[in-house]
T-cell receptor
C-alpha cells in the first residue's frame, strides 16, 4: 500500500537557522506530493505541492522538490522564523476519483527567538 | 468564505454515549473525508465519500458511521463511545482528484474526550 515516512521529531531550531525535514514515500501509482502545516489550535492547511517528478513546490520561503529516483520530497527553508513553529505533515495522493490523502506522522518544529 | 465548518470544537462524552460530529462545506466539493489525529500516529482516515449517497471505509472505520445525503454535509457518528476514541477529529473536502489542482481543505477540528 501507499505510505509516507517522515523523520522523527520534534525539531528545535534557533531563529534564522536552516531547516530540512525529510520525507520519503512508497506508492502503488504515480503520486502527487504535498506538505501541510498545522499551527497550534488550528486545522491543516496546504503549504506546498508538486504533481510530477522534478517539480519544485514553494511557498512562504519553504521549498520541496519531487525526486522520483529517490522517492523523496524533503522540505527546506533557508531561514526559519518563530512564526514557523508548527506541525508539518508530508502527504501523497494517487490520481483517481477515489484517491485518498495518505499522511506521514508529522513533525513538530519549534523555533526559538 | 466559510470553507469547511466542524461542530462542536470540544466535546466530553461518557463511555457508551453516542454523538454526531458535524461537518459542512460550501465549496461544492464532491470528496469529503474524516480523519483522526493521535500523538505519534499522524492523521488516519476513518471514512470518506466521493459524492452524495456514496461512502467508503478508510483505515480505521470501526466504531464510526457516516452518511452523505447532500453534497454539503458529511456527519460522523459515534454509536457507543469508547476511551480509545479520544482524539482530535478533522473533516476535509476537495474536488474530485484529477491529478491537478485538488487541494484538500480542512476544518478546525473537534477535540473529543471519552471518559
Amino acid at each position: 500500500g501507499d505510505s509516507v515516512t517522515q523523520m522523527e521529531g520534534p525539531v528545535t531550531l534557533s531563529e534564522e537557522a536552516f531547516l530540512t525535514i525529510n520525507c520519503t514515500y512508497t506508492a502503488t501509482g504515480y503520486p502527487s506530493l504535498f506538505w501541510y502545516v498545522q499551527y497550534p489550535g488550528e486545522g491543516l492547511q496546504l503549504l506546498l505541492k508538486a504533481t510530477k517528478a522534478d517539480d519544485k513546490g514553494s511557498n512562504k520561503g519553504f521549498e520541496a522538490t519531487y525526486r522520483k529516483e529517490t522517492t523523496s520530497f524533503h522540505l527546506e527553508k533557508g531561514s526559519v522564523q518563530v512564526s514557523d513553529s508548527a506541525v508539518y505533515f508530508c502527504a501523497l495522493r494517487i490520481t483517481g476519483a477515489n484517491s485518498k490523502l495518505t499522511f506521514g506522522k508529522g513533525i513538530t518544529l519549534s523555533v526559538r527567538p | 468564505n466559510a470553507g469547511v465548518t466542524q461542530t462542536p470544537k470540544f466535546q466530553v462524552l461518557k463511555t457508551g454515549q453516542s454523538m454526531t460530529l458535524q461537518c459542512a462545506q460550501d465549496m461544492n466539493h464532491e470528496y469529503m473525508s474524516w480523519y483522526r489525529q493521535d500523538p505519534g500516529m499522524g492523521l488516519r482516515l476513518i471514512h470518506y465519500s466521493v459524492g452524495a449517497g456514496i461512502t467508503d471505509q478508510g483505515e480505521v472505520p470501526n466504531g464510526y458511521n457516516v452518511s452523505r445525503s447532500t453534497t454539503e454535509d458529511f456527519p460522523l457518528r459515534l454509536l457507543s463511545a469508547a476511551p480509545s476514541q479520544t482524539s482530535v477529529y478533522f473533516c476535509a473536502s476537495s474536488a474530485i482528484w484529477t491529478g491537478g489542482n485538488t487541494e484538500a481543505f480542512f476544518g478546525q477540528g473537534t477535540r473529543l474526550t471519552v471518559v
